[in-house]
């Protein structure tokens, strides 16, 4: 099972970017998907999470900017991110909750980085 993540770039105050995870190999059911954050010499902070059946939660500073969400039919997580500010600079990672087999495993995406200028 891999999560490979895509969409970040470099993009002006105010634009806007949408990053995308989809999840591949012998997946069963992919439970909670979230997305991280991690700015340079900063700890490493969750962003937005869905669950499968769609419930969602953010944190506070992204708010009514970010929209998560899933199409569990391509095992896909998309991180909408609009309005963008500098302090949303940083490596996003995506992370899921996956069982393959009779396993129930937490994996991790490669990181994309996100560069905001102001």
């Known amino acids: 099972v891999q999560l490979q993540a895509f969409g970040g770039g470099l993009v002006q105050a105010g634009g806007f970017l949408r990053l995308s995870c989809a999840a591949s190999?012998?997946?069963?059911?992919?439970?909670?998907m979230t997305w991280y954050r991690q700015a340079p010499g900063k700890q490493r902070e969750l962003v937005a999470t869905?669950?499968?059946?769609?419930?969602?939660h953010y944190v506070d500073s992204v708010k009514g900017r970010f929209l998560i969400s899933r199409d569990n039919a391509k095992n896909t997580v998309y991180l909408q991110m609009n309005s963008l500010k500098p302090e949303d600079t940083a490596v996003y990672y995506c992370?899921?909750?996956?069982?393959?087999?009779?396993?129930?495993?937490?994996?991790w995406g490669q990181g994309t980085q996100v560069t905001v200028s102001s």
């Open positions: 869905i669950s499968n059946g769609g419930y969602t």
């Open positions: 992370n899921a909750d996956i069982i393959s087999g009779i396993y129930r495993r937490n994996y």
């Open positions: 190999g012998s997946i069963i059911r992919i439970e909670g």
